[in-house]
């Protein structure tokens, strides 16, 4: 008897294509979403023009050349901001959604691994942050925005701060319910708007809150990003410290503690 011949052959597409698929699959998600495209491109873009051209607080403008103008003090934590809405808040919310209604579940029966779905969810978030940033530039930009400081520190941040924020996220979608998760999510994110270093200095607060806050991610990344972008320092390593211990805590937690169903 003659073997029958298919075309195409079937069988599982190699890893990489997979997980390629996989990752503009999860892109095309993530924009489509009205929610999740208000938190990650619209909220940061709308809360960087209205306070550098409106002087609703008061910001430190003074930069590594001199005098500069708000939008210098604005920008590298509003570039903070997009991070975390997309790395956490996003991420936590669409994660939290998709295992309530079983696609985790399902997508964990097909060929492509569960590590392989978390590096097509983690490409999903950078491609997005990358046109995050080049809009959130173009814009500062636009606006007078004069940066500074070492290129590849500003990526290092960018970094961490998306592992810090991605361990977290995944954490809290793999742990809570869907509506917990989504409450849970959007609070974090205007408690941290208000209180991260983002719009308001730190130290506009008491120096006990101020130093606790200081400890916080999206304060690191904030405050790392400015000494950098703003005062024109070489490397700020205590900040790149601190969102290390955030990846390395948000993530090993989610990996011991997500459920998939």
């Known amino acids: 008897m003659i073997a029958g011949t298919y075309a195409p052959k ?60 708000a939008v210098d003090f604005l920008t590298p934590g509003i570039l903070a901001l997009a991070v975390m809405s997309t790395a956490f808040t996003g991420q936590a ?3 939290g959604f ?18 392989g779905l978390m590096a097509a969810k983690t490409l999903s978030v950078l491609v997005t942050e990358v046109l995050q940033i080049a809009l959130l530039t173009a814009i500062a930009f636009a606006l007078g925005w004069s940066p500074h400081g070492n290129p590849l520190a500003v990526l290092l941040l960018l970094v961490l701060g998306t592992a810090a924020f991605s361990g977290l996220g995944l954490l809290m979608a793999g742990t809570l319910k869907a509506e917990a998760t989504l409450a849970a999510a959007n609070l974090v994110f205007l408690l941290l708007l208000v209180g991260g270093g983002v719009i308001v200095p730190l130290d506009k607060f008491p120096g006990g809150v101020e130093a606790a806050l200081g400890l916080l991610p999206i304060s690191a990344l ?17 900040d790149l410290g601190i969102l290390a211990v955030w990846a390395v805590l948000g993530l090993g937690a989610a990996a011991r503690f997500f459920r998939w169903e």
């Open 10 to 69: 079937p069988g599982a597409a190699p890893l990489p294509r997979m997980i390629a698929a996989q990752a503009a699959l999860e892109t095309k998600m993530l924009l489509r979403n009205g929610e999740q495209l208000l938190l990650t491109v619209v909220i940061p873009t709308l809360l960087l023009v209205l306070f550098s051209a409106v002087d609703i607080v008061s910001v430190p403008t003074k930069t590594a050349g001199g005098e500069g103008k």
């Open 98 to 115: 998709e295992r309530r209604y079983g696609v985790l579940k399902r997508l964990g029966a097909s060929p492509l691994p569960r590590w």
């Open 93 to 95: 919310i669409a994660t």
């Open 222 to 238: 904030s405050d790392g990003l400015r000494d950098v972008l703003q005062d024109g320092a070489s490397m700020p390593w205590g």
